[in-house]
């Protein structure tokens, strides 16, 4: 008997999204051109979103991308299979990620586009010319279609129907913010960490958004998660957001008074606001029905929820009214100062009691539904919560009764949803046998939860057995009952590590005590009875009962509650774009307060700095850090990184076990924490805004999809190649390492050639030194190595980078003897390269001699342009000018 919390449940009528579950219904379709149509709307916050793109790789990793993202409960495609050129199609896709119970196929007919346009005109809360959907209705036809047969399906699936300006929808042409492909989102460990089972039992190892996660709201941390996985690309909004943290991080009182304002939010408030957009079809017929007093329970525990929300607005205000960032003026003006929320609550309060408050625990929360319209307003409500009080009265009176006359002073009277009442004696407290009043008897830890025959009924102790899953087999049961029964109850008299089912066990006439013992998975908890059949003629009948009687008021006063609430719930609908909007504030501020500047506020000052962002300038970060790994290594080492137009590759060198990984990683989830507008954990971070993140890290096989490490490698490569642009960053670590070392230099030297030529940034790893040639060829590449030094044959690794190449030799080896490797392994190996690299090194010298050259060659030019576009005067030139050719001279323009 486990207390339950409040919510949960649902079914036809009523939405109910219970907690960290996926709340996300999907729409997919396409067309022969590759375009994908995508509706993606979420049942928990009441939000449609559309995107409409060309699937560029056959593999669907667009498609891909955002199903993960959206992680959708029901995925709903159109029937035919593959796509129209003979592909694997959208729906062979969704066959091929998902079970098959996560997959609906409607009738190609349900994705009509015109439905769709006039559905998603009448349902959003904004003005439609808004949206855009006028201009590109014709062009985004798809996701219209997808969105008219997801919608569709929600209202007869839910039995609910949407209702009209209630929904926010945003319509995203394309990608409308950074896009990070799966295989991105698992390397950099963005939402799960990797290799967890390496880390042993201590596992501290996080991923960023387990960092972050300090979120109070299920709502906020579900929006931390879309933000990680989609950053943000406008720069407008970023520093909006960067804006409000400044003032945050700088203004204590205003932080702690935003923490403690949420705080008096109820937890659950964006889901249930978002509730009332859903209104239940047919409603006066299924209302009056006792079998869905469930439904008019939520539905008052969401009124109630409400009233705290908007009670809890007050306070609120007072924190923001001397607010200075825009985005929290703008909550201020848009919530504070919203008149309709205090008639909002005005309307309420002529119907709800004013003392009635939201809670989790059962029994209150029961309590309160019960009394949550105000008395004198309906006659019928008023005597079933007399009924009520006084059956509840009664519970409590039995169980001080029971204290009494057997001697348990400890008993205690919890409360259950789905139970009712039931009784908890501590083992300690029972001397003896338990009586044998005390029916359903079972046994937690140091506790007896049991009933008793005025408290409860028969068929609830069956129930409870169903619940436990011990209702089946009638031949196993009756053999238990007649042959094993006498036995099991002379040999285990008391709890016994095996566990015994049984049911019917009023078919027995002899008197039996039937024992059940239960081994849970966690807990060992001991279900026994000492229940008598003869007993049963002692019981009292079903409807005297008293948790019955309780129950069924309570029922009562749920139905005649929600008969009153009716009209004002009508009400509500008519301004339901407010509580949507008050649902969105309170994620973002969730987000904003309690994770990112929470996250800063718990760092050491000017551990985190405030990113700055350019149109198309540099991206320099000085002093970076890796934000997960620093809290692991006391003695994390910092690095810089500069990337421009003019130096857009940097190839970073160095042995095994040097920090290039981390490194990669480090500055991709700089990037990222900038773009979600959070602080940066470097000295100084300058960026430009990235629109897509490609990473290639990590050579493992991918046995689902079949393919080798080298297939994996060249599947990535070849997606991002075909995808990236100008405006992406790129990440690679050890291309071609997976193959023969030829075909892999030349791979990776051809890939950073067609890099090179589309101007994205990248920062490219590698052990492989012929790539290092490529500076001598490409003057836009920077060459980098990590410091390593070598102490009596050891590495010794710095983790610090630096300008240029530098050798380590036989890195390889020596890593091979720590790792263990025989001696006289590691000895004929030394010989064989050491041959073999002899020659190597020659050259390698000259080539580096000739990188010095044309480096200071570039860069001197580079200033040359620079001086010639600066508005200095004659002089300041002419001296710069003396300046360089003296630098250039003496070898020092690297
Ligand atoms: N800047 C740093 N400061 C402190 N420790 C670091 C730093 N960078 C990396 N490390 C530590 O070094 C370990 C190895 O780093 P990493 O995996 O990045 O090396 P690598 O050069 O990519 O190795 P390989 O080439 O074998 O993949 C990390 O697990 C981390 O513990």
Not at 377 to 404: M, P, Q
Not at 690 to 703: K, Y
Not at 746 to 751: F, N, V, Y
Request: charged share 20%; with cysteine.
């Amino acid at each position: 008997m486990e207390e339950e919390s409040a919510g949960g449940g649902g079914g036809e009528g009523c939405i109910v999204v219970v907690g960290d579950r996926s709340s996300f219904v999907i729409g997919l379709i396409e067309n022969r051109a590759k375009e994908v149509g995508v509706a993606a709307f979420d049942l928990r916050s009441a939000s449609l979103h559309l995107s409409q793109y060309i699937e560029t790789s056959c593999s669907y990793q667009n498609t891909k991308t955002l199903l993960h993202f959206y992680d959708p409960m029901v995925v709903i495609v159109p029937p035919y299979k593959t796509a129209a050129d003979g592909m694997v199609g959208v729906s062979e896709l969704v066959d091929k990620n998902y079970p098959s119970n996560k997959k609906v196929t409607m009738a190609r007919g349900c994705f009509d586009d015109t439905k769709g346009a006039v559905m998603v005109k009448n349902l959003s809360a904004r003005d439609p010319s808004a949206l855009g959907l006028d201009t590109y209705c014709k062009q985004y036809y798809l996701c219209l279609a997808a969105a008219s047969a997801t919608i569709k399906w929600i209202e007869s699936e839910k039995g609910v129907i949407i209702t009209n300006h209630s929904l926010s929808v945003t319509f995203n042409g394309s990608f409308d913010h950074m896009n990070i492909d799966s295989t991105s989102v698992q390397t950099l460990e963005i939402i799960d960490p990797l290799h967890t089972e390496l880390w042993g039992t201590s596992n501290k190892k996080k991923s960023l958004f387990q960092m972050l996660k300090t979120t109070k709201t299920t709502g906020g941390s579900r929006l931390l998660r879309a933000n990680l996985l989609q950053p943000l690309k406008d720069i407008q909004t970023i520093n909006t957001r960067l804006d409000c943290l400044d003032e945050l991080v700088s203004n204590e009182e205003l932080f702690f008074g935003l923490t403690q304002g949420l705080r008096k939010f109820p937890k659950e408030s964006d889901k249930v606001l978002c509730h009332f957009c859903f209104k239940p079809k047919k409603v006066t017929d299924e209302v009056l029905k006792p079998a869905n007093g469930r439904k008019s329970q939520l539905l008052i525990s969401d009124i109630i929820v409400l009233k705290t929300a908007l009670d809890a607005i007050p306070f609120l205000s007072k924190v923001l009214k001397g607010a200075k960032s825009f985005l929290l003026q703008n909550i201020y003006q848009t919530v504070c100062e919203n008149p309709k929320y205090a008639s909002m609550k005005k309307r309420i309060g002529d119907v709800i009691d004013e003392d009635v408050v939201h809670s989790r625990a059962p029994f209150v929360a029961c309590t309160q539904q019960c009394f949550a319209i105000k008395a004198g307003i309906d006659g019928l409500l008023d005597v079933a919560r007399r009924s009520f009080c006084d059956t509840s009265e009664a519970i409590h009176n039995l169980a001080t009764k029971y204290r009494e006359e057997f001697n348990m002073p400890n008993l205690k009277i919890p409360y259950n949803n789905r139970l009712g009442f039931y009784f908890i004696i501590p083992q300690r407290d029972i001397t003896e046998k338990l009586p044998n009043k005390f029916i359903q008897v079972v046994r937690h830890g140091k506790n007896v939860h049991c009933s008793s025959f005025e408290l409860a009924s028969v068929s609830l102790f069956f129930q409870n057995l169903t619940f436990l899953g011990f209702v089946g087999n009638w031949a196993l049961i009756s053999t238990l009952q007649n042959v094993t029964m006498p036995f099991i109850f002379l040999r285990f008299k008391f709890p016994v590590e095996y566990m015994l089912a049984a049911n019917q066990v009023y078919t027995l006439s002899s008197l039996f005590y039937v024992i059940f013992v239960f081994i849970s998975k966690k807990v060992r908890d001991v279900v026994y009875c000492n229940w008598e059949c003869s007993s049963l003629k002692d019981q009292l009948p079903e409807r005297e009962k008293l948790n019955v009687r309780n129950k069924s008021a309570a029922a009562e006063c749920f139905l005649r509650t929600e008969l009153c609430l009716e009209g004002l719930i009508n009400e509500i609908r008519e301004d339901i774009g407010i509580l949507t909007m008050l649902a969105e504030v309170l994620c973002l501020l969730d987000m904003i307060v309690n994770s990112f500047a929470y996250t800063i506020s718990t760092k050491p000052v000017d551990r985190y700095t405030r990113p700055e962002f350019t149109d198309d300038g540099p991206m320099a970060i000085n002093a970076g850090r890796h934000p997960i790994l620093e809290s692991l290594h006391t003695d994390f080492v910092p690095n810089n990184l500069f990337l421009s137009e003019a130096s857009n590759m940097v190839l970073v060198m160095g042995p095994n076990m040097s920090g290039k990984s981390t490194y990669l990683q480090q500055i991709c989830l700089i990037v990222i924490l900038a773009q979600i507008g959070c602080y940066v954990p470097a000295q100084f971070a300058s960026l430009r805004v990235v629109d897509r993140v490609f990473t290639r890290i990590g050579t493992g096989d991918n046995v689902e999809n079949n393919s080798s490490t080298f297939m994996t490698e060249m599947k990535e490569t070849a997606f991002i190649m075909q995808n990236v642009s100008s405006k992406s960053l790129v990440v690679v670590d050890e291309l071609g390492r997976a193959t023969s070392s030829s075909d892999g230099l030349a791979i990776a030297w051809s890939c950073c050639e067609h890099l090179l030529s589309l101007k994205a940034y990248t920062v490219f790893a590698t052990h492989m030194e012929g790539l290092s040639e490529l500076a001598t060829m490409y003057p836009n590449v920077k060459i980098l190595h990590f410091e390593v030094a070598l102490r009596n044959d050891r590495l010794d690794f710095k983790f610090q980078l630096k300008d240029g190449v530098r050798r380590v030799p036989h890195y390889g080896l020596l890593l091979a003897r720590v790792a263990g490797l025989p001696a006289s392994v590691i000895d004929t190996a030394t010989s064989i390269t050491s041959r073999i690299t002899e020659q190597e090194m020659v050259r390698m010298d000259a080539n580096c001699e000739q990188y010095r050259s044309l480096k200071m060659a570039y860069n001197a030019a580079q200033r040359l342009i620079c001086l010639k576009y600066s508005n200095q005067d004659d002089d300041y030139i002419h001296e710069a000018l003396q300046d360089l050719k003296e630098n250039y001279a003496a070898g020092k323009m690297t």
